[in-house]
Structures are given as C-alpha cells and as structure tokens.
C-alpha cells in the first residue's frame, strides 16, 4: 500500500518536457459515457496488459468496490506472479481525465503514472488519450534506464495497450447493446 508521501509525490501533475512521456490515442467507436464508466473498470484487462518482449501480462485483477473513484486500488496479479497495485490519485468527470500510478518493479524509477483524457468526437465516439510518465530518479543511470525503456519497450507496449482498450471497450459496447 501506498503512504500518504508517495500518493502526494506521484499525484504530480504530467512535466512540460515530454522525455519520459508516451502518449498514444484511439478513437473508439462508443459514445463518451459509456467509455468513461467502463475504460477500465469493466474491461478484461487480461486482453490489454497482455505479455510483451520478456514482460508480463496481467492474469488477474481485483478491484476496490469504489473503483476507479480517487484512493481506490486495482491489484494486478502478472503471469509471472509478481502483483502490481495501481491506486488512483484523481478522477475528474467534469474533465473526463484520471490519474493513477504505482511504484514499479524497477527500483531505479520514482514511479510510474498514467493519465486517460476522455473526449466525445463530433460523430458521437470517444477519444481516448493514454499519457505514460516513467519518472526516474534524479541521476544519470535512471534518466538512461528511463530513456531505454521508453524507446524500446514501453512507447510499443502502450500503443497495443491503447488498442486493446479500444477492442475491448467496442467488444464490451456491442455486447451491452
């Protein structure tokens, strides 16, 4: 579990300097609401967090009841049976936009965070913006390690997680209809 210090460290909002940021959008063909209620709650997260060059997938996951409202906690159970507990810091309906992080694996990372931005496009679809900041620790290793992550894995990990979030949310869209 998060302290109260690391949710007030890793709430920061997203840096000007896009180094340690991916950004990846699609546009998914359901309307804004249902998006905004379902991406991720009621995804299968198994379909997007799948296995990638040598990292894991999501197996499992377990949910707060209050998920995704800001404090709850989505735990990740991986394929390799490592856990990862993602909290939210924010979720703000009027913006449509969220933030959650958690400390990752790799000890030379501050955190990591994620930012959904929400958005109806004029045909009645949603645009979904997923905003990734690998924060390293301020020394030379790190801010490597950071840059060699981004480029190599995670700009390609969360461009197949955006499109399986995408599939998922139409999947789940023409499935409720």
């Known amino acids: 579990m998060l302290t109260p210090q690391q949710i007030q460290e890793m709430s920061a909002d997203l840096p000007v300097d896009?180094?340690?940021?991916?950004?990846?959008?699609?546009v998914i063909?359901?309307?804004?609401?249902?998006?905004?209620e379902?991406?991720?709650?009621?995804?299968?997260?198994?379909?997007?967090?799948?296995?990638?060059?040598?990292?894991?997938?999501a197996a499992d996951w377990v949910v707060t009841p209050d998920f995704p409202e800001e404090g709850s906690t989505i735990v990740y159970t991986m394929t390799d049976g490592s856990t990862i507990t993602e909290t939210i810091f924010k979720r703000d309906p009027a913006a449509h936009h969220y933030v959650y992080g958690y400390?990752?694996?790799m000890p030379i990372f501050e955190f990591w965070q994620g930012n959904l931005f929400y958005s109806a496009?004029?045909?009645?679809?949603?645009?979904?913006t997923w905003r990734y900041w690998i924060k390293p620790r301020n020394n030379l290793i790190s801010k490597l390690g950071a840059r060699l992550?981004?480029?190599f894995i995670w700009r390609h990990y969360t461009a197949r997680g955006?499109?399986?979030?995408?599939?998922?949310?139409?999947?789940?869209?023409?499935?409720?209809?």
């Open 38 to 57: 379902n991406l991720p709650r009621n995804l299968d997260i198994s379909r997007i967090m799948r296995p990638y060059r040598g990292l894991p997938g």
């Open 29 to 36: 063909d359901a309307p804004l609401d249902f998006v905004w």
């Open 149 to 151: 992550l981004k480029h």
């Open 121 to 128: 496009t004029p045909d009645g679809r949603t645009e979904v």
């Open 18 to 26: 896009p180094t340690y940021v991916v950004t990846n959008t699609a």
């Open 103 to 105: 400390l990752p694996p």
């Open 162 to 177: 955006i499109t399986g979030m995408k599939a998922e949310a139409e999947r789940l869209y023409r499935d409720q209809a």
